[in-house]
């Protein structure tokens, strides 16, 4: 019997746990659904369902290679999947759909109605472990509970990987041709506006633009990363997230790419390396808090008594910041960055987080939803846990009364102005003390097209610490 190659999260055939089971178990079809109407509810960018597009273009050309062809079907919803599945097993002669693990509550509610679907029908959904190096589950407590502070997290995870690291799968063997068409890749899909030629650039799609992406990283940024990292105009960080979050390429092939530039050390060694597989393992960590409480993929906090925190609905400010016009530099070359290119650089993903949450003091679900609705590497469990991270509403998060404040990040991490600069040409003619800070330029201010700043700090400081500790009293 044949058997079915359910595509999601992973546009990839090496190291493709799903593919390389279903190739040794059978003659294997690949299938990729189009769900369009679920794409808008879950707010994925219109850059992010591009580069979908653009992957699996490059994978169905691997995938013939192979001998494996790739059919397309579109559906409106999550619903209308056991039915299609079902629909192509019984078409096709499917005995059994293999499919790799994804985590959210709408993702796992969607796959277990399917496998109930098929064993009512005599056949079997197989599930994988493939985008996490650890089951969710797997790593627990002496008292049997999910992490809830990455340091112990992470310590159990260095453990088991130094004595039990996981391999990285070669490319199937190509099978006996099929007589079973590919369906071609549609180039848009409705709803979705196709992004500009210069982000398709930015993003070149499939295996090879990835490996080569991470092999320059490894060998040539990797050493300094630690150093680098925070510094938005330096090339200092990996910009592998898009091709993570497509499955384009692996957790285990970014582990092992860092691995073999610090001779097989994990916790030691070069100190780059070492930072970098710790980030790895803080994508792994928010994965499992996902499964665990699944609240936090029902626009839930983690810590639920910040629920009751006195948000702000401050519509103006709110537009203000997603648009890039608050009055703080730092603020809006980090969000025109966003807008233009489908990614913003971590360090300034924590400072246009905190500011809105917490000088704004408007509800960090409304920037989870904004960055979803325009992250070209938007992964359910990495935005809403760096949301609530610096919210100070989600596990091991920031301490409620950290604020980063935008001047002094931007003169830390910026300081001659150089990002500034490239995303604010209106600031351009400045000098790298008064592009930090425009407003507080006597005279000079008024002859910038720019905005002035959209809250006094200092006021917007005290109004956030006194809303926590307010809530405190109340609880």
Not at 6 to 18: E, F, I, K, P, Y
Not at 83 to 94: D, F, K, N, T, Y
Not at 219 to 240: C, K, M, N, V, W
Not at 292 to 300: L, Q
Request: aromatic share 10%; hydrophobic share 40%; with cysteine.
């Amino acid at each position: 019997m044949n058997q079915l190659f359910w595509l999601r999260s992973d546009l990839r055939v090496a190291d493709n746990t799903a593919l390389a089971a279903a190739m040794n178990a059978g003659p294997t079809i690949a299938l990729y659904l189009i769900t369009p109407t679920q794409w808008l509810a879950h707010d994925d960018a219109a850059c992010k369902i591009d580069f979908r597009l653009r992957n699996l273009r490059a994978l169905s050309a691997r995938l013939a290679a192979l001998n494996v062809p790739m059919l397309i079907r579109c559906v409106a919803d999550w619903q209308a999947v056991p039915a299609q599945i079902l629909g192509i097993c019984h078409e096709h002669h499917v005995d059994g759909v293999h499919i790799n693990d994804e985590y959210g509550v709408n993702e796992q509610r969607r796959d277990d109605a399917t496998a109930e679907a098929l064993q009512r029908n005599g056949k079997t959904l197989h599930r994988h472990l493939d985008q996490l190096l650890f089951a969710p589950g797997s790593v627990k407590t002496l008292a049997g509970e999910c992490f809830k502070v990455f340091s112990q997290f992470r310590k159990v995870c260095y453990a088991r990987l130094s004595y039990s690291l996981p391999h990285c799968l070669p490319v199937p063997a190509a099978q006996a041709p099929m007589c079973i068409a590919s369906d071609p890749v549609p180039n848009t899909v409705d709803g979705f506006a196709l992004p500009d030629d210069a982000l398709q650039a930015y993003w070149p799609a499939g295996e090879d633009a990835a490996l080569t992406r991470l092999g320059a990283f490894a060998q040539q940024a990797l050493a300094d990363y630690q150093l680098s990292r925070d510094f938005p105009a330096e090339p200092g960080t990996s910009q592998i997230s898009p091709y993570l979050a497509a499955g384009v390429v692996s957790p285990r092939q970014c582990l092992h790419a860092a691995l073999a530039e610090n001779q097989g050390e994990l916790d030691s060694g070069n100190p780059g390396a070492v930072t970098w597989i710790n980030e790895l393992l803080w994508r792994e960590f928010y994965k499992h808090i996902l499964v665990s409480y699944p609240r936090v993929s029902m626009g839930r906090a983690f810590r639920t008594e910040t629920d009751a925190l006195p948000w702000r609905h401050a519509p103006d400010e709110l537009i203000a910041w997603q648009q890039g016009r608050t009055g703080f530099p730092i603020i809006d070359a980090a969000m025109r960055q966003l807008l233009s290119t489908g990614w913003m650089h971590n360090r300034l993903r924590m400072v246009t987080a905190m500011f809105l949450s917490k000088n704004l003091l408007i509800d960090w679900r409304e920037g989870e939803r904004w960055f979803m609705q325009h992250l070209i590497d938007g992964d359910l469990a990495a935005n809403n846990g760096g949301w609530q991270w610096s919210a100070s509403t989600g596990t091991d998060s920031v301490p409620y009364f950290r604020l980063f404040n935008p001047l002094s990040q931007s003169t830390r991490f910026d300081p001659d102005g150089r990002f500034l600069r490239h995303w604010l040409p209106e600031l351009g003619h400045l000098n790298g003390r008064e592009i930090h800070n425009p407003a507080k330029q006597n005279g000079l201010f008024a002859s910038i097209d720019y905005p002035p700043p959209v809250v006094d700090l200092p006021m917007s400081r005290a109004r956030a610490l006194t809303a926590f500790r307010q809530l405190g009293e109340t609880l």
